[in-house]
């Protein structure tokens, strides 16, 4: 089962920043945290991922807490492409499986 | 940009019939896999391929499911004879391997519809 707690859904502004909580207080020392999204059916799409020091890249930003038990990703300009599911996945090191859960539901709104 | 491919896009089959999914990996990737999503459920694994082997499967990949990879380019799904609870969107990924952690990316998935 997911490791992960996520909202089930958020709405967002278009050109504001999105800023997705996920909750993996049961994670690891040596377990990454990943996130996806998935546009209507279409295929999950990497968007970021981390273990412990923050993350950047010209999708988004990955805020992992000192704990490592929650993490934020940042949409920091949101536009309505990017209504999409996003999934948070704690993917152990000893399985090569991504395990999905639910997700968060994002809508951006013109 | 390098991507994930897989043909056809969409599938329509009777039951009991044979049908086999195909997938191009990324060009130098080394891991395969398959997952599946039924429609309004979640995305849920299949199995991982490695060295022309299974490397691990889930307890959904029962013996009416085989992986393939036929030649240096191609990784296939057959499922023998499909049941109604087989229609989903089938998708496959690839990873460039050297560490547990590198990233799986996607295709855009087959959508199955088992008749």
């Known amino acids: 089962d997911a490791k992960t707690t996520q909202p089930p859904s958020m709405d967002c502004a278009e050109g504001r920043a999105a800023n997705l909580p996920c909750n993996h207080s049961t994670i690891s020392g040596n377990e990454y945290v990943y996130w996806y999204r998935q546009i209507h059916s279409q295929g999950p799409q990497y968007i970021i991922h981390?273990?412990?020091n923050n993350e950047t890249n010209e999708m988004a930003s990955l805020i992992i807490t000192e704990d490592r038990k929650s993490s934020t990703l940042i949409l920091p300009h949101a536009t309505l492409r990017d209504t999409a599911v996003y999934y948070c996945?704690?993917?152990?090191?000893?399985?090569?499986?991504?395990?999905f859960g639910t997700g968060t539901r994002l809508q951006v709104f013109p | 940009e390098p991507e994930v491919t897989q043909t056809p896009s969409h599938q329509v089959t009777q039951m009991g019939q044979e049908v086999i999914l195909r997938c191009v990996p990324i060009?130098?990737?080394?891991?395969f896999y398959w997952y599946r999503q039924i429609l309004g459920q979640k995305v849920e694994f299949l199995v991982s391929?490695?060295?022309?082997?299974?490397?691990?499967k889930s307890e959904i990949f029962d013996d009416q499911f085989s992986v393939e990879r036929p030649d240096g380019s191609n990784f296939t799904l057959k499922i023998r004879s499909t049941k109604l609870e087989d229609s989903a969107m089938y998708f496959c990924?690839?990873?460039?391997?050297?560490?547990?952690?590198?990233?799986?990316?996607f295709g855009p998935g087959t959508r199955l519809l088992v008749l």
């Open positions: 981390g273990l412990k």
């Open positions: 391929f490695y060295n022309n082997e299974i490397s691990e």
């Open positions: 996945i704690v993917k152990p090191y000893n399985t090569d499986k991504l395990i």
């Open positions: 990924a690839s990873r460039a391997g050297a560490g547990g952690q590198e990233t799986q990316y």
């Open positions: 060009s130098n990737h080394l891991y």
